[in-house]
């Protein structure tokens, strides 16, 4: 499994003081089945832990996945800042997997 992040992602992880070791664990939860949101088309949602509490109030990361393959966190949020992503938002992440897979 190869995990990847863009440009945008690397520096909202880095703002927000999100350990790599952070990425590998909700990859690792999705290898093994427990994806938090799946929207299809290559499509995932995971929640990443704040430092030193739950993933309840923590973040949540889009990923483009494809499983046993490759992981590409694009974007994240604060779950306090942004309830979820929208539809067409979810259709521009849909476009972007299927032009990298």
């Known amino acids: 499994m190869q995990i990847f992040t863009n440009k945008w992602f ?3 992880a880095k703002e927000e003081e999100i350990l790599d070791k952070e990425l590998c664990e909700a990859v690792r939860d999705a290898e093994r089945g427990f994806i938090d949101a799946d ?6 949602k995971q929640r990443i832990a704040r430092p030193n509490e739950g993933k309840s109030g923590g973040f949540r990361s889009i990923i483009l996945y494809r499983r046993e393959h490759k992981a ?3 974007f994240g949020f604060p779950k306090n800042d942004k309830d979820n992503i929208k539809t067409d938002e ?3 992440f849909k476009k972007m997997a ?3 897979f």
């Open 10 to 12: 690397a520096k909202f």
């Open 39 to 44: 929207y299809g088309g290559g499509v995932i």
């Open 72 to 74: 590409f966190f694009v």
């Open 90 to 92: 979810v259709r521009w």
């Open 98 to 100: 299927k032009s990298t």
